[in-house]
């Protein structure tokens, strides 16, 4: 294990215009954990190429790079304006590319300890042990609005980028009030608590998951720390992880099973499980899946933009199949794609 704060390595995400709000803060962060003895990078999102489907040119694609640095830092701080009460574009797209099954921490143990024995599961996922590596991080959002609901969601699709992987969220903060470009200066309270961010994630580099400490404000749940909530009679379900508790008379939430949670390594372990089990009962299935889907394929009523279709990608054709010409055996593909039957 690391020791705190020294040599450890950190990554910032920017999710925002080059030289933003959302940019200063994380910079912020990232200059107070490089205070603390952390090797430090900054990547922009808007920089990389992140091909998201057909229509677009398969080769270059960047994704495999920012892979690199996910499974080889030690922390991980994510900055993000808030948009629509949520996050970036580009931050979602970094999720479906990159933080599927194969960046699951409990299905590549699970894989792993089948490769032990010798077998092989039911559902190929590319194995990369540096996912098993503990990493621990912090979110920063940052939006115009003052009033709390224009961004409710933000910092809860945030945790889906730490949710596979495994990472011990440390710290979260959202800002308001900075509502034209660069404003974020002008709160010198904000720039102060994203560099304590940078802090907290540096003192803890190299904490194994069960030893990190939050550090960032109290929330409802004592799993993810956040307050959205589902309410099904006094059943209460954290919409941002999962955990489950009851709503006494006094309007007081007791969690009674945070195994639920999908932030715990136990739900992974279960949800692991599942996908494998499907895959087996549907592999004896495959035949009649296959003829019931094909009453579909005939069916199109596809209409597409006047420009022409490059060369690189071929759109859907014969049973409906979408291929990235040329790209079949690429490692982004085998490592970030899921595999086939999963959807």
Known sequence: MSTSGTGGRV?????????????????????AAEGEGADVELVRLDELRLPSGAAEAAE???????????????????????ISRT?????????????????????????????????????????????????VAGFLAVGGSLTPQWKTLTLPIMHTTTFSMHIAV?????FAGAGTPRSVVLNADALDRAAGLGRNVASQLGVAFDEARYLGPPGLCPMCHLDVVALHGADVACATC????????????????????????????????EIQETAE?????????????????????????????????????????????????????????PAPGWL
């Open 170 to 174: 440390v710290d979260q903060v959202q």
């Open 11 to 31: 990554l910032g995400l920017g999710c925002g215009q080059p030289h933003g709000s959302a940019e200063i803060l994380l910079k912020a962060a990232l200059r």
């Open 242 to 273: 999962g955990a489950r508790g009851r709503l006494g008379p006094d309007l007081q939430v007791t969690w009674t099973d945070l195994s639920t949670s999908v932030i715990s390594m136990d739900e992974k372990q279960s949800h692991a499980v």
């Open 87 to 135: 996050v970036a574009a580009r931050l979602k797209l970094l999720g479906d590319r990159l933080l599927g099954p194969n960046a699951d921490a409990a299905i590549i143990a699970g894989l792993l300890a089948l490769r032990r024995q010798g077998r092989e599961p039911a559902v190929p996922f590319r194995v990369d042990e540096r996912v098993l590596k503990p990493r």
């Open 281 to 337: 009962r549907h592999r004896e299935l495959r035949p009649e899946i296959e003829q019931r889907a094909r009453a579909y394929d005939a069916y199109d009523r596809t209409v597409r933009p006047a420009h022409p279709v490059t060369g690189q990608v071929s759109l859907p054709v014969g049973r409906g199949a979408r291929r990235i010409a040329g790209n079949r055996g690429h490692p982004l593909v085998r490592a970030c794609q």
């Open 60 to 82: 270059p694609d960047d994704a495999w790079w920012l892979w690199e640095r996910l499974v080889e830092c030690d922390g991980l701080i994510v900055s993000t304006p808030i």
